[in-house]
């Protein structure tokens, strides 16, 4: 019996402060690696896929460099505010283990560690296996993931958004047995009142060679990894991150 996927909404009450604040410094420090290891072999005009494109900016902007893009996300929030960032391209709400566009593409990429939010290597499968069925064939798939040490660094931490007329509280744990991330979230935002919000968003630090043998079964190939430090992505976001490149 093939397996039930429960969609991951749970960026859905985070998606209004998601597009305020998250990705604006990585955006500009990953968008010159995503051009040089994916965008570079492509003609211009070519058919992107983004997978989990959150709001949208990032699709966008690999949009303005002439590129045909469609994105997906499994948030209908997220594609909301994605449709107001990049109105020129085809936008649908997916999981990224269980979507059909009806199309292939010269290229396809998820960054900013989205498929660390798949919880179990049985869904990357899925997800790559889809992504595989979207792509012509040789094209180039590109996406990152966070190592475990950027999980002890940055999500055994407390922090906090604080504006005029919102506040948000990151609470956030990672548990080395599981290796599973949790970031409990408090958002305040003031309409005529101050309204609460409580939620939580989840990652799963994957083991990078199960990671590469996945993608190998499920039909890549020629899978090469680079530290982001290593292509250059001198920020904090760089830390810990392993990019993969392989082709359909």
Known sequence: MAKRITPNSEYDPFARIYNRHWGVAYRTEAFPIVQRL???RLK???????????????????????????????????????????????LAVA??????????FAAAYSVFESLNHVPDLE???LAFRCVRKHLKRGAPFLFDLN????????????????????????RMDY???????????????????????????????HDHDEVEGTLRDAGFNDV?????????????????RTFFLATG
Not at 76 to 81: C, D, H, L, R
Not at 150 to 167: C, G, K, P, Q, R
Not at 183 to 200: G, S
Request: charged share 30%; with cysteine; proline share 1%.
């Open 147 to 170: 190592r475990e040490e950027a999980f002890i660094l940055y999500w055994n931490t407390i922090d906090a958004l604080v504006e005029d007329e919102s506040v948000l509280v990151l």
């Open 95 to 104: 999981d990224a283990r269980s979507f059909a566009l009806g199309r292939k």
């Open 38 to 40: 994916l965008l570079s």
């Open 224 to 240: 090469t990894r680079y530290d982001a430090r290593d292509a250059g992505m001198a920020g904090d976001a760089g830390y810990a």
């Open 44 to 90: 211009e005009g070519s058919a992107v896929l983004d997978v989990c494109c959150g709001t949208g900016q990032f699709t966008e902007q690999v949009r303005q460099q002439g590129f045909e893009m469609a994105g997906i996300d499994s948030s209908s929030e997220m594609i909301a505010f994605a449709r107001q960032n990049a109105p020129e391209v085809n």
């Open 175 to 205: 548990d080395d047995q599981t290796r599973v991330g949790e970031c409990r979230m408090t958002a305040f935002e003031k309409d005529r009142n101050w309204v609460r919000k409580d939620f939580t968003i989840r990652q799963t630090c």
């Open 123 to 125: 869904g990357l499968h």
